[in-house]
T-cell receptor, first 113, second 114 residues
């Protein structure tokens, strides 16, 4: 099983619908991140969390919310999806104090019609 | 503000040829630098990283990168490219003074021709 698991892997939805992307990890890391990838724009940080009680906005948090249900779970919600939120979303974890590496899930492709 | 620039959007090389992917960063302190690779339909995998010490770092799959402070660069190199190296490559900076965030470049897409 993957260390960082994202569900769903693919989702097509309509404008105005609420969508939740879920992320779970078995790495035991405190730090978790949600990124959005768009062609030509690279990865942009949406939200990040350093522990269950510490959640921070990234550079493009408008239109998104997150929930850190446990150390291992970090969910991203789109309360009312819009077409320009069509993108590939990645969850990642980090053991900054050790190797400093980001470990990524395989991504969730979201299409908003 | 921290930023990462990958000036080459797309590069095409012949199999067996050498490769250099450019990365420039803007960061006030000594950065933590990373190169990640994304194969089609996959997540990102770490190729190599620089934290301190030797400025030439070796990574997986035969890649290496050199940190040049004077040029604010961290270019990725491989002496002989294989067809399986075709992928998207991302340079990233880890910033200690902004909550340990990571900043990514826009990526370089590599095509390998036979």
């Amino acid at each position: 099983d993957a260390d960082v698991t994202q569900t769903p892997r693919n989702r097509i939805t309509k404008t105005g619908k609420r969508i939740m992307l879920e992320c779970s990890q078995t790495k035991g890391h405190d730090r978790m991140y949600w990124y959005r990838q768009d062609p030509g724009l690279g990865l942009r940080l949406i939200y990040y969390s350093f522990d269950v009680k510490d959640i921070n906005k990234g550079e493009i948090s408008d239109g998104y919310s997150v929930s850190r249900q446990a150390q291992a779970k970090f969910s991203l919600s789109l309360e009312s999806a819009i077409p320009n939120q069509t993108a590939l979303y990645f969850c990642a974890t980090s053991d900054w104090g050790n190797t400093g590496e980001l470990f990524f899930g395989e991504g969730s492709r979201l299409t908003v019609l | 503000a921290q930023s990462v620039t990958q000036p080459d959007i797309h590069i095409t090389v012949s199999e067996g040829a050498s490769l250099e992917l450019r990365c420039n960063y803007s960061y006030g302190a000594t950065p933590y630098l990373f190169w990640y690779v994304q194969s089609p339909g996959q997540g990102l995998q770490l190729l190599l990283k620089y934290f301190s010490g030797d400025t030439l770092v070796q990574g997986i799959k035969g890649f290496e990168a050199e940190f040049k402070r004077s040029q604010s660069s961290f270019n990725l190199r491989k002496p002989s490219v294989h067809w399986s190296d075709a992928a998207e490559y991302f340079c990233a900076v880890g910033a200690l003074d902004t909550g340990n965030q990571f900043y990514f470049g826009t990526g370089t897409s590599l095509t390998v021709i036979p």
